[in-house]
């Protein structure tokens, strides 16, 4: 089976010449200068939470599973998720692989309060502009696929636009680039992005390292599926969890979001 993030990002690279001819940064720039909307504070929102942090993803479908929802709305989606405790929204905007797109990033904005990260394929600048001006409060930078050059680079830009990222690592030599890049909030993914299979024990290999830096904000992602696993990695020193899948396939995607932030309290009229 061929690399599924180098095939990803090759596509990627295709699409993203035909997005900038349709919408030059210029106009980008424009966007945001126009909207100019708060940033919401991710970090300031962890720390001051009592339950566990929970980044509740909209996510279509995936390349290994198909679809995951049948005709739901991401709009109302949000709203349940924010209803139910959600610290965070992650929103695929990625299309081709994942179904997402931007108008859900940007309708997100304006139905929920809680911060909102852009999950997508980043290594261009553009995308960050991008990612500002349709309504992200944060985004995703994958250290497997970029160099430390690159993810230093799309960090200070970010910075400059009032932006954090999320760098999400897979190993050592990951961990070891987001260091050296000066990442904060560091993301462990327990799924092999070839085979799309999870392992828990990659969460317990590297929380250690990631907490090396007593500063760094870390969240644990994929293959999360009970509240029992994100005491474990609480106690490990994971701040926050990021969750699709067994949300979006939940038959009470409320109750099971309750569930995982550990307060069955949460009144939601969905």
């Not at 200068?33 to 001051?48: F, G, K, P, T």
């Not at 994942?98 to 995308?127: H, M, W």
């Not at 409060?137 to 050059?149: E, M, R, S, V, Y």
């Amino acid at each position: 089976m061929p690399d599924m993030l180098d095939k990803i990002f090759c596509d990627k690279k295709i699409e993203l010449d035909t997005v900038k001819r349709k919408l030059a940064l210029p106009d980008v720039k424009m966007r945001i200068a126009n909207n100019n909307y708060e940033i919401r504070d991710i970090r300031m929102l962890l720390e001051s939470t009592t339950r566990s942090s929970i980044f509740a993803e909209i996510k279509p479908r995936t390349p290994f599973k198909g679809e995951l929802l049948k005709n739901f709305n991401p709009v109302d989606l949000a709203k349940t998720y924010a209803d139910n405790g959600a610290s965070a929204l992650s929103i695929l905007t990625e299309s081709s692989y994942f179904g997402g797109s931007l108008s859900t990033l940007e309708k997100a904005r304006v139905c929920v309060n809680i911060p909102l990260l852009r999950k997508d394929f980043i290594f261009d600048e553009y995308q960050v502009y991008e990612a500002r001006a349709f309504g992200a409060d944060l985004f995703l930078l994958i250290a497997t696929w970029l160099d430390k050059n690159q993810l230093a680079d799309l960090l200070a830009l970010g910075k400059e636009l009032g932006l954090s990222a999320l760098v999400e690592t897979h190993n050592e030599n990951d961990m070891e680039k987001a260091f050296e890049a000066g990442a904060s909030i560091l993301g462990i993914n327990n799924r092999n992005l070839t085979s799309g299979k999870t392992d828990l024990n990659i969460a317990r290999r590297l929380i250690p390292i990631a907490l090396q830096v007593p500063e760094n904000l870390l969240v644990c992602e994929s293959g999360i599926h009970s509240r029992s696993e994100i005491e474990e990695f609480e106690n490990l020193g994971a701040h926050a969890f990021l969750i699709g899948e067994s949300l979006m396939i939940a038959e009470n995607i409320g109750d099971k979001l309750r569930e995982f932030t550990g307060d069955r309290k949460i009144s939601t009229t969905n």
